[in-house]
């Protein structure tokens, strides 16, 4: 397999810094408390940890409003508590990917400090600037994803500057060379360290209209919906000028031999496959976060994964993810019983997987009562956005200790559940025994790794489908129904099942049952 990179053999684990081990106790994950757990990473059994931001930042968007993007804010830890990080990581064979948040800076960040102190500031070009349209109002109709007009008025100067995020963070003129070089150097910074590589913060947004045109109405909104769905993103996203900035990017990583370029893109998958570059010089993996939001059906999940393979360009390594900071967590979504079948879903599919720390034990979304929200999206679209707290609860160590172990203080979240890594570590059937059988095997077989999907079938609620490499042939089949069922199978035996005791079962040539929500991975005995 060594022809693969490893970011093509490996599987991404994301780790919030805020919930995962606080250190000093304070209520907030730390560099430290990341430090401290990398062993269980490692065993775990993945290959790359992604921390999302670091960098000092006034925390209006919890790190991803960056004041300094070469330093690390002191509720993390220091710049040398993060070399240590990245050397313990990397004695233990794990990668380490950054969070990279291109799109937007603070507002207090000195750029924008500076950018905003005059007009004629050799700054000023770094940002959004425009002048108030005839009527005095903001320059345009474009909206913030986190309500209202992305305009902030500033009396300052007298113009409005765009903010696609929050007021606090302002967006970058990507139109201008000195933010590209600008920007550039901080990739070189951090790959100088030997950072691994960088999931691209909101890739797809990164550059606008150059003519600030308005954006036309979306037909399809439903009230109660965001805000800004009542506006297509037609001028302020997936512009065609991106693709040269991705290719920047990448060539920058190509400098530095292996590394990664992840990008973080929420499109359809048409619009999506063009970020690998037009002969793959773009993005290694655009996220495919289609996973996310996918009816839970045998149907609905084999069109997804077959339209994808057939939609990759040839030269693309495809990837898939289950969860992240931004969307309710999969065992809320689906249940505990296809959570389980999600995590042989994720394993098993052709491409890079990505996991969310804390899925790997079952964590359900937290319940935040509505004086603990923190989440600034919803704070500020009150009872329209869905916040973001309940997938960021902190990390479920020890359900024997207070806060599960995350930390001695007193956490930024309540704690979601009673599980944990201690009740599930010697469990073999516990989510966790499932995840490191899993991980695994997947490592050791290249039919997983590097083999072809095929035949990827639904048959009533049974989505099966084959992995194969040279005379290999694994076939995996999902009950992804609460009813027991039938499918159709060639002669093997179970390599790993969700039903614990029928790993090395036979499967016999035929029809064969699945228990309700029961998935399987059967090593064929004579693959045609
Ligand atoms: C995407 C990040 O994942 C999300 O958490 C953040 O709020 C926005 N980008 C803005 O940076
Ligand atoms: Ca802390």
């Known amino acids: 397999?060594?022809?693969?990179?490893?970011?093509?053999?490996?599987?991404?684990?994301?780790?919030?810094?805020?919930?995962?081990?606080?250190?000093?106790?304070?209520?907030?994950?730390?560099?430290?408390?990341?430090?401290?757990?990398?062993?269980?990473?490692?065993?775990?059994?993945?290959?790359?940890?992604?921390?999302?931001?670091?960098?000092?930042?006034?925390?209006?968007?919890?790190?991803?409003?960056?004041?300094?993007?070469?330093?690390?804010?002191?509720?993390?830890?220091?710049?040398?508590?993060?070399?240590?990080?990245?050397?313990?990581?990397?004695?233990?064979?794990?990668?380490?990917?950054?969070?990279?948040?291109?799109?937007?800076?603070?507002?207090?960040?000195?750029?924008?400090?500076?950018?905003?102190?005059?007009?004629?500031?050799?700054?000023?070009?770094?940002?959004?600037?425009r002048d108030p349209s005839p009527d005095g109002g903001p320059p345009n109709n474009w909206l913030s994803r986190m309500g209202g007009s992305a305009w902030e008025w500033d009396e300052v100067t007298g113009q409005y500057y765009y903010h696609a995020f929050l007021r606090e963070q302002p967006?970058?003129?990507?139109?201008?060379?000195?933010?590209?070089?600008?920007?550039?150097?901080?990739?070189?910074?951090?790959?100088?360290?030997?950072?691994?590589?960088?999931?691209?913060?909101?890739?797809?947004?990164?550059?606008?209209?150059?003519?600030?045109?308005?954006?036309?109405?979306?037909?399809?909104?439903?009230?109660?919906?965001?805000?800004?769905?009542?506006?297509?993103?037609?001028?302020?996203?997936?512009?065609?000028?991106?693709?040269e900035l991705v290719r920047s990017m990448r060539a920058t990583l190509d400098e530095y031999g292996e590394r990664v370029l992840i990008g973080e893109i929420y499109l359809t998958v048409p619009q999506l496959v063009k970020y690998y570059g037009v002969n793959g010089e773009g993005a290694h993996m655009p996220f495919n976060f289609q996973l996310l939001s996918a009816r839970w059906n045998a149907?609905?999940?084999?069109?997804?994964?077959?339209?994808?393979?057939?939609?990759?360009?040839?030269?693309?390594?495809?990837?898939?993810?289950?969860?992240?900071?931004?969307?309710?967590?999969v065992a809320s979504r689906v249940g505990a019983a296809q959570a389980r079948v999600a995590a042989v879903l994720l394993l098993t599919l052709r491409g890079t997987p990505t996991l969310y720390y804390g899925d790997e034990i079952g964590m359900t979304d937290g319940y935040i009562a509505s004086d603990q929200i923190q989440d600034p999206a919803e704070l500020r679209q009150p009872g329209i956005c869905q916040g973001r707290d309940?997938?960021?609860?902190?990390?479920?160590?020890?359900?024997?200790?207070?806060?599960?172990?995350?930390?001695?203080?007193?956490?930024?979240?309540?704690i979601a559940t009673a599980t944990s890594v201690r009740e599930q570590d010697g469990d073999m059937a516990s989510m966790l025994s499932l995840y490191r059988r899993l991980l695994s095997l997947r490592r050791g077989s290249a039919a997983l790794v590097r083999?072809?999907?095929?035949?990827?079938?639904?048959?009533?609620?049974?989505?099966?489908?084959?992995?194969?490499y040279g005379n290999q042939c694994l076939f995996i089949a999902l009950n992804m129904g609460a009813d027991a069922a039938t499918v159709q199978s060639h002669a093997g035996m179970v390599l790993l099942s969700t039903v614990t005791t029928r790993i090395g079962d036979a499967f016999v040539q035929g029809a064969n049952l699945l228990a309700a929500s029961e998935a399987v991975i059967v090593i064929v005995d004579s693959p045609s």
Not at 26 to 46: H, P, Q
Request: net charge negative.
């Open 171 to 243: 967006d970058l003129n990507w139109r201008n060379p000195q933010v590209r070089r600008a920007m550039d150097q901080v990739l070189r910074f951090w790959l100088d360290l030997g950072v691994d590589g960088f999931r691209v913060d909101v890739l797809w947004l990164l550059i606008k209209d150059a003519q600030f045109r308005d954006n036309p109405p979306n037909p399809g909104y439903l009230p109660g919906e965001p805000d800004h769905h009542r506006l297509l993103q037609t001028y302020t996203e997936d512009q065609p000028d991106v693709h």
């Open 299 to 329: 149907e609905n999940i084999a069109r997804m994964i077959r339209d994808y393979d057939v939609a990759l360009p040839e030269y693309a390594w495809p990837n898939w993810v289950l969860g992240n900071h931004d969307n309710p967590r």
């Open 451 to 468: 083999g072809t999907i095929e035949n990827v079938v639904a048959e009533g609620d049974v989505l099966t489908y084959e992995r194969r």
């Open 1 to 129: 397999m060594s022809e693969l990179a490893w970011w093509q053999r490996g599987v991404i684990y994301q780790v919030y810094p805020r919930s995962f081990q606080d250190s000093n106790g304070d209520g907030i994950g730390d560099l430290s408390g990341i430090s401290a757990r990398l062993e269980y990473v490692a065993a775990l059994g993945v290959d790359a940890v992604w921390i999302s931001p670091i960098y000092p930042s006034p925390m209006a968007d919890f790190g991803y409003d960056v004041a300094d993007y070469c330093n690390i804010d002191p509720m993390f830890g220091t710049l040398d508590g993060f070399k240590q990080l990245m050397g313990h990581a990397h004695r233990l064979g794990l990668k380490v990917l950054l969070d990279f948040v291109p799109n937007h800076s603070s507002n207090r960040h000195p750029w924008f400090e500076e950018s905003r102190s005059s007009r004629d500031n050799p700054k000023r070009d770094w940002y959004l600037w």
């Open 390 to 414: 309940p997938e960021r609860t902190p990390m479920q160590w020890d359900g024997s200790l207070p806060n599960a172990g995350f930390t001695e203080g007193k956490p930024w979240l309540p």
